[in-house]
């Protein structure tokens, strides 16, 4: 009876091993990838993930939006592993990443972005040199008869300083001029979209994979020069005068799940989710 017994418990025993090995194996934690940073890049960020995911269930991606300045602070802090910037990286930044690491951070040019001034569909001004942009957006020009267009008041929207967009636009469009203070500051692209699809007098700008519902603004350098749109073919001549390259930023040299992850963005698929979110491939 105690052999018996005994046999039993060893059966029983066995059957739990092989269980736990089981289960141990269906639920083994996923190895999980966290993104941080661009609001321009979240939905971009966000499409990568899904369909990398699809593919590799056994990888978690994690993605969250903040602003370029919130994930560069992130990846110095080390509480994430991709940084998603819409605008390079500082030297101050580069240096605190290496006082903390001993490198100055691995830069991946992952997409472009024709930078977009946002205008109202029914807003009858089609063009603006930079100029005038700037004339705009530093309080200098403060109604739309001004740049041709009707007798009203231009509202301003645009980003919060946190933003790789906000400091982009300033730096290249606004020579590094103040925002006027009367510019309304918002948490994102799509919010600037909707204000100023929603304004007959607004104006806004932002990424190219958030224009919808809304009239993109031919820009020119200067007023004697040829306007252009920010199409695919035209940022990737360079004859779009607002055009960027959005980044990836990592502490180190990745490897393995990080590098076959990074790898797949810059390949034929990842770059196939650029051009449908509305950006335009590197590759």
């Given amino acids: 009876m105690k052999t018996m017994n005994n046999n039993l418990t060893l059966k029983i025993a066995a059957a739990f091993l092989v269980f736990a090995a089981v289960v141990g194996f269906v639920f ?7 993104v941080k940073g661009s609001d321009t890049m979240v939905q971009l960020a966000q499409r990568w993930a899904e ?28 509480t994430t592993d991709i940084c998603d910037a819409s605008r390079p990286m500082k030297d101050a930044e580069k240096i605190k990443l290496r006082e903390r ?54 509202i301003l929207y645009g980003r919060e300083n946190n933003s790789g967009t906000y400091v982009f636009f300033k730096e290249r469009v606004l020579n590094n001029e103040d925002y006027a203070s009367s510019t309304q500051t918002l948490p994102g692209t799509a919010a600037v979209v ?11 700008y932002g990424g190219a994979g ?26 990737a001549s360079g004859k779009y005068p607002i055009t960027r390259f959005l980044y990836i930023y990592l502490r180190q040299k990745p490897s393995g799940v990080l590098q076959d992850y990074i790898k797949w963005i810059l390949g034929a698929e990842g770059q ?9 491939p590197v590759r």
């Fill in 51 to 78: 369909k990398y995911m699809q593919q590799h269930p056994e990888v978690n991606i994690q993605v969250t939006g903040g602003g370029s300045g919130t994930g560069i602070s992130a990846l110095i802090n080390g």
């Fill in 194 to 204: 909707n204000a100023v699809s929603h304004d007959p007098n607004g104006i806004g």
């Fill in 272 to 280: 196939s989710v650029v051009k449908n979110a509305g950006f335009f």
């Fill in 210 to 235: 958030y224009a919808k519902g809304i009239k993109e603004c031919l820009v020119k350098l200067t007023d004697g020069d040829q306007s252009y749109a920010p199409t695919a073919e035209n940022v």
């Fill in 101 to 154: 690491y001993g490198s100055t951070g691995i830069e991946i040019r992952t997409a472009k972005d024709g930078l977009t001034v946002y205008l109202n569909e029914g807003n009858s001004v089609k063009e603006l040199s930079f100029e005038q942009i700037r004339g705009i957006y530093t309080g200098k020009i403060k109604n739309w008869k001004e740049v041709g267009g009707s007798d009203a008041s231009i």
């Fill in 28 to 34: 083994a934690p996923a190895e999980t990838i966290t």
